[in-house]
């Protein structure tokens, strides 16, 4: 098969999924799960290979990411009913004043955003962001797009995070530049495709109703109620938890007390303590277990919708990279003679595109792209600033084949066009910044 019949028919699948959702609107879930198998079969694959790749990408999938939105689910069906998600809310506002809170939103995500992944970072935020959507009376993706500006800004260029370990590990380069040159493009990222495109665009039409998200059920049952410090202490433990896990593997010696923190630290066990936590503190209030049982029962209904979204998209993903698409879009650019930053940058977009995966698309990047990096001789710093450019094209254009895109879609409670015209426009603002301060560095890293 060609190289450009495979890119013109990675292109069809996902406009027809695209058409599939918005036009038709047949559910994504089946849109997904109809594209992976079609697609897999045109490409010349046996049935036998496509349904392994189908259920490889579904179970890869869910078997770290159901649980995460399960136990955030509960953990955020929790503190809504408790009143404690409006606490923090109500304290927000009246630290920060309205017009404010963008940047301290902004600042929320981008620290958070360093030691958590993306998707347990944006779980345990959300029902803060929702709340305040109700409370301000603002659509929701006003306070939305400042939070998720900041953690995929840090998900993409900073450690721990798998894809820029890996792009490091590949290119060989220095952690301190990659910290350091990741901060100055990523901050001016997340501030042009947080606060600044949530103020421009929030206004305009298709970028979601001012009623409540679907989360907030005002008929849900309640419990007794807790305040703004029990309420901001059961958020920061699972972060303060996975912060502590990824500092006793980074600095400990292995033995028992590494293994423990390691353990607690872990996303499940982090999030499991904090549900129990606040569980625990409900009954000791007076709340009966009949009542906790239900809210967590009712958290746990749009996650499973939630669930089912996202493994069929990782099923999608498995079989366009099994598939050899992102091979054939790798030689492709290599043909175009590029710099290695322009290089880096459009391999890891066009990957990022095809697939949805951001860490593929960062890995796939670094893996073709170091060659090049040794055949140029670069300087540690202009290195430094490739593996930002690898960053940079994998946060371009979240779409219909990236986890996150229905995590987001979910979560918020827009459509499909809404979170298009939010999501997928802010997190290609944020890639497209983050090039553009790699370019402007560029001649002073030499």
């Known amino acids: 098969m060609s190289g450009g019949f495979t890119l013109l028919l990675v292109g069809a699948s996902i406009a027809i999924v695209i058409l599939l959702v918005l036009r038709v609107r047949l559910p994504a879930v089946l849109a997904l799960l109809l594209m992976a198998l079609l697609t897999g079969l045109a490409m010349g694959a046996s049935p036998a290979d496509v349904l392994a790749a189908v259920q490889k990408g579904t179970g890869e999938a869910l078997g770290f990411v159901a649980v995460v939105i399960a136990l955030g689910a509960m953990l955020g069906g929790l503190l809504e009913a408790s009143g404690g998600v409006g606490a923090i809310a109500r304290r927000f506002l009246a630290i920060f004043g309205e017009r404010r809170a963008l940047w301290a939103l902004l600042a929320v995500g981008i620290v958070v955003g360093i030691p958590l992944f993306f998707d347990v970072a944006f779980i345990i935020l959300t029902p803060l962001i929702t709340t305040l959507s109700v409370k301000a009376g603002r659509r929701v993706v006003y306070f939305a797009i400042p939070v998720l500006a900041g953690l995929m800004s840090m998900h993409a260029l900073l450690p721990p995070h798998p894809g820029p370990v890996a792009v490091a590990g590949l290119l060989g380069t220095d952690y301190g530049l990659m910290a350091m040159y990741g901060l100055a493009c990523g901050i001016p990222a997340a501030i042009v495709a947080g606060p600044v495109f949530a103020k421009l665009a929030h206004g305009t039409p298709g970028m979601g109703d001012y009623a409540p998200p679907v989360m907030l059920d005002e008929e849900a049952p309640r419990t007794a109620p807790v305040g703004f410090a029990m309420a901001i202490f059961a958020m920061l433990v699972p972060l303060a938890l996975i912060l502590l896990g990824a500092v006793a593997t980074a600095t400990i010696a292995d033995g028992p007390a590494k293994t423990a923190l390691t353990f607690i630290g872990h ?17 000791s209030r007076g709340t009966p277990l009949a009542t906790t049982a239900t809210i967590m029962g009712k958290a746990l209904e749009p996650a499973g919708v939630l669930v089912l979204v996202v493994g069929a998209g990782a099923a999608y993903k498995e079989v366009l990279i099994q598939s050899g698409a992102g091979a054939e879009i ?5 043909a175009a003679n ?4 322009v290089f880096a940058f459009l391999l890891a977009g066009f990957v990022r595109v095809a697939q949805g995966s951001a860490t593929v698309a960062m890995v796939t990047a670094g893996g073709l792209a170091a060659p090049l990096v040794a055949a140029a001789s670069l300087s540690p710093g202009r290195v430094a600033l490739v593996t930002v450019a690898i960053g940079a094209g994998a946060s371009i254009a979240s779409h219909v084949n990236d986890t996150g ?41 030499a």
Do not use: D, H, N, R
């Open 330 to 334: 790798t030689a492709a650019v290599t």
């Open 405 to 445: 895109f229905w995590l987001v879609k979910q979560y918020l409670g827009v459509t499909e066009a809404q979170t298009f015209k939010s999501w997928t426009a802010a997190s290609s603002i944020a890639g497209a910044t983050m090039f553009v301060m790699a370019l402007i560095l560029w001649p002073f890293a």
């Open 267 to 283: 996303p499940f066990v982090a999030l499991a303590i904090a549900c129990l936590l606040v569980w625990g503190v409900l009954g």
């Open 338 to 341: 590029l710099s290695p930053l």
